[in-house]
């Protein structure tokens, strides 16, 4: 509801008197009643006169200039459907937010300091009907109550919807019967709409509706019924053509109008109605919009005008060959795009919809929805990698709200997925087929490829010497053309020596180029089919590595799987991507073809390999589904011929292994339950003792991992930390994937940190430990003998530096003749180690040890309960380095050292 100052009228003399009076305490400067917001005639008009002018006026303008700002910057897609609103696109939320943000200040900073919600003086007698409604208001300035609503419109063009909630119910608990009731009423209506919440804004619209004292103002009933189309065109409901044609009758806008009519146009095209959808494009052409809106018109009504094949065709070239429409080329084409689709020329739409893509600079949305018709082509013919190109350009282009996007986003995600699997088994592929040849050939290759980086560096250094001098050529030739050039002459274009000379002048500087994008860069793509498939040197490093040269042997070696293990886990990558491709053909993209092809190249590939098994089993799924019996029973003796010990031939030769599986785990539950109970009473020992009774009947079965990571928690509290670590190592290594073994790497990431604390008895990260067993002395470590070490354990988050200095420092105090060396190195992720040799025995080192704990100032660095050090033999030393096995070392270095304090 525009509300403008001119309706604050002044209707007698007596006011007139007031606002004299209001004005005098102003120039006066006494405005000591004003000032306590005493509720007098006075003080409301003084109130009501500055409030205006000095906070409402310019919050109304600022919020007026956010919404022409949000019209006039809106990038409108003219092939879908307008939005009757431009309310809750984010774009718009962005673009108006620095503008409703003053409004709301303005707003805020009149509230406090204008409002006045103390009751006036009642007067003697009884009171009449309109004095009463006057003393009953809950806000006794007009712009006070104006001010809430407009806080309320202005987070809503912001996007923040809770605010506006709260500032329109505000408005409805404490102004109701006004006009403002009514219209925070419409704005809550139209936030439910944006927020998807259908049910409660139809039901405030009808109640609005039903509500016979509504205001019967143009501005309320176009606020209204623009709300109704609002509503239907989210509910993509027919609707909203009603709704739109009585929004028009009240509409003060030309934008509006121009909208409307676009809308209303493309609803009546679309329901087969040409003529008079027609005649709503003729009617936004009379409103003079915008040259791209006149565009869109333009080619609308060729498609309306009964113009068929050629005919139409060639009036669209015709706006394609206008200068003018250059910037809309990517219409044109994506236009004709869809004639020639249309007429069953499929060649020929591809053709228009690469060029209306290839065409849109400024228009990300028609840019998305040519490569969106793209990627349908080549979807619908299953060739899935140009498909995936397409899908993900159109995902990147096209905006949120976009109709279907979700969907779009799904396929995007899959086919992103299914391109990175088929890359990765041809990836590993190339690489073991590599590895695998005679070292002579492999050289051979590597150096091949050498020769082909030499040769094509070489030929891009000859192109930039003829570059260079045809630069040199073109500077020389402007010199000349600068003097002898004559002052006259017509147009340059039309202009043919001129013209000439250009092209040569052009070709002296540039060379030969294609017309084509990006035309000043010579290597625009990286050709995969180019590229090679067996790795460098620099790709997978976790850290930074010396850089190696693309023309040394050893860069294209680096990431060859030449060992056994290595090997291994690319064949693991081969088959894993493998299973993952047909899973996403068979589940994702319902292509049973494909995925039975999939599956299929699993046991040709591996036909010794378990999961040949596996794959076996989802094509006789596959084929029971289509009702293939024949390649059903012939997948199911494959399995039980070929692997006839797998799980899938045992539920496939026995009928009710599912039951017995089931009856076996429900057994094992209930085990797994009583074992857990006694965890709970702190009774390790049984614990242990209750699931290994249990093991036997989750073997194989899902909760076996549940089994094995209880059992080494009761481990974990009944014996050292190597053991313990072993025990969860375990099931990391042979429960991949499972909630168990990420549980379990995530405790041994637990003990890696605290080590040190749980070796010194500190730590409280497993307060339960005090029941472990130190007294055996582990047997991996040899008797202390010959040369030895000093030995410090810090945590990484040490003062390193410091440390280093203060041992340095004790030795140069106390054994500088000695000759002793220190060095420091990691551990593990967590701990540094710090060395000291140069002890010729171990009565040296025991010395030594003994001397440096009794001195207070060298480890002060580091908190004492994160310490440990000891002293150890050199061939021990290299056992603790390859196993890490610090408690036992501690446990062995207390038993076997004598001599220590």
């Known amino acids: 509801m525009n509300l403008h100052f001119k309706n604050f009228r002044i209707y007698n003399q007596s006011k007139l008197i007031t606002y004299l009076l209001a004005s005098s305490f102003i120039i006066g400067g006494i405005a000591t009643s004003c000032s306590t917001k005493k509720n007098t005639t006075v003080s409301r008009t003084f109130h009501n006169l500055t409030s205006y002018y000095n906070y409402y006026f310019n919050a109304y303008e600022s919020y007026k200039s956010g919404i022409k700002h949000a019209e006039k910057n809106y990038a409108y897609n003219y092939t879908l459907q307008l939005p009757v609103l431009l309310l809750g696109e984010q774009s718009v939320n962005q673009s108006v937010s620095s503008d409703m943000e003053r409004t709301i200040a303005k707003c805020t900073a009149l509230l406090s300091k204008h409002s ?118 989210k509910q993509q409901s027919n609707e909203i053509i009603p709704s739109l044609k009585k929004s028009l009758q009240f509409a ?91 007429e069953g020329n499929t060649d020929k739409a591809i053709e228009y919809f690469k060029q209306s893509a290839s065409a849109s600079t400024n228009n990300s949305n028609q840019k998305g929805m040519s490569y969106l018709e793209l990627a349908q082509y080549y979807f619908s013919k299953a060739d899935y990698a140009p498909s995936q190109a397409y899908y993900d350009s159109a995902y990147n282009s096209l905006d949120a709200s976009y109709p279907g996007f979700k969907e779009l986003e799904g396929k995007t995600i899959y086919l992103n997925s299914l391109i990175e699997n088929i890359n990765t088994i041809k990836t590993q592929d190339s690489l073991l087929r590599v590895a695998s040849m005679p070292e002579k050939d492999r050289d051979q290759l590597i150096n091949a490829i050498i020769a082909q980086v030499q040769a094509d560096e070489e030929k891009a250094l000859e192109e930039k010497r003829e570059d260079q001098e045809r630069s040199l050529m073109y500077q020389q030739t402007q010199s000349y053309r600068s003097q002898a050039e004559p ?52 790709e997978t490093q976790a850290t930074p590595q010396k850089q190696l040269s693309n023309k040394t042997p050893e860069y294209y070696l680096a990431n060859l799987p030449l060992t056994d293990s290595l090997k291994q886990i690319a064949t693991d990558k081969v088959k894993s991507a493998m299973f993952k491709v047909a899973e996403i053909y068979q589940n994702d993209l319902n292509d049973l073809n494909e995925a039975t092809k999939a599956y299929l190249a699993i046991p040709e590939k591996y036909p010794s390999d378990p999961d040949a098994a596996t794959a076996y089993y989802r094509l006789y799924r596959i084929a029971l589904d289509a009702n293939n019996s024949t390649d059903a029973n012939r997948y199911k003796s494959f399995i039980l011929s070929r692997y006839p010990k797998s799980t899938y031939a045992i539920l496939l030769s026995n009928p009710e292994y599912i039951k017995e599986l089931t009856e076996k785990e429900n057994a094992g539950e209930k ?21 290994k009774k249990g093991m036997a009947k989750v073997k194989e079965t899902k909760l076996e991992p549940k089994y094995l990571l209880l059992d080494a928690y009761c481990i974990g509290q009944l014996s050292d930390i190597s053991t313990f670590k072993k025990a ?27 080590e040190l604390q749980l070796i010194a008895g500190t730590t409280e990260t497993l307060p339960e430990q005090t029941e472990k067993k130190d007294s055996v002395v582990s047997s991996i470590y040899n008797a202390p003998e010959g040369e030895h070490m000093f030995v410090v354990l810090v945590p990484k988050k040490s003062n390193i530096n410091q440390l280093r200095f203060n041992i340095i420092s004790f030795n140069v105090d106390n054994f500088i003749d000695n000759n002793l060396t220190v060095n420091n190195q990691p551990l593990t992720d967590f701990i540094e180690l710090f060395s000291v040799t140069g002890f010729k025995d171990v009565n040296e080192a025991t010395k030594y040890y003994n001397q440096i704990k009794s001195m207070d100032n060298v480890f002060t660095t580091v908190d004492p309960k994160e310490l440990q050090y000891f002293i150890i033999s050199i061939d021990n030393f290299a056992k603790l380095l390859n196993t890490k096995t610090i408690q036992e070392y501690i446990t062995f270095f207390k038993a076997n050292y004598k001599g220590i304090n």
């Open 116 to 233: 006045i919600t103390v009751k006036p003086k009642r007067k003697q007698g009884k009171p009449n009907t309109q004095q009463s409604a006057f003393y009953n208001q809950n806000e006794f300035i007009r712009w006070a109550r104006e001010s809430w609503l407009l806080v309320g419109k202005a987070n809503t063009w912001k996007g923040d919807y809770d605010k506006a909630t709260m500032a329109f119910e505000y408005v409805i608990r404490q102004f109701p019967k006004t006009p403002l009731w009514f219209e925070a009423q419409v704005w809550l209506a139209r936030v439910s709409v944006i927020k998807g919440e259908s049910v409660e804004a139809l039901d405030r619209l009808n109640a609005l509706e039903k509500n016979s004292k509504k205001p019967r103002t143009r501005e309320f009933r176009h606020l209204l019924a623009t709300t109704w189309a609002f509503y239907y065109q």
């Open 728 to 754: 969860l190592a375990n099931i990391t290594d042979n429960f991949k994937n499972t909630d168990q073994a990420k549980q379990a790497d995530n405790t041994l990431k637990i003990l890696q940190q605290k």
């Open 252 to 342: 003060n806008s030309r934008s509006e109008k121009q909208r409307y009519n676009y809308i209303l146009a493309q609803l009546l095209q679309k329901q087969g109605k040409n003529a008079e959808s027609a005649e709503f494009y003729k009617t936004v052409l009379k409103l003079n919009p915008p040259y791209e809106m006149a565009f869109s018109v333009k080619i609308n009504l060729l498609a309306l005008e009964n113009i068929k094949g050629a005919g139409l065709k060639k009036e669209l070239l015709k706006l394609a060959n206008d200068i003018k429409n250059r910037d809309f080329l990517d219409q044109l084409y994506y236009t004709l795009g869809k004639i020639e689709q249309q």
């Open 671 to 691: 085990i797994y339950e009583q074992a857990f109970a006694l965890y709970k009473q702190k009774k390790y020992a049984e614990t242990s003792n209750e699931l």
């Open 487 to 538: 002052s006259g002459g017509k147009w340059y274009f039309y202009n043919s020596a001129s013209l000439s000379y250009g092209q040569s002048e052009f070709q002296m500087k540039w060379g030969k180029r294609k017309l084509e994008d990006n035309w000043r860069r010579k290597n625009k793509v990286v050709n995969p089919d180019q590229a090679l498939q067996i790795g460098s040197a620099n």
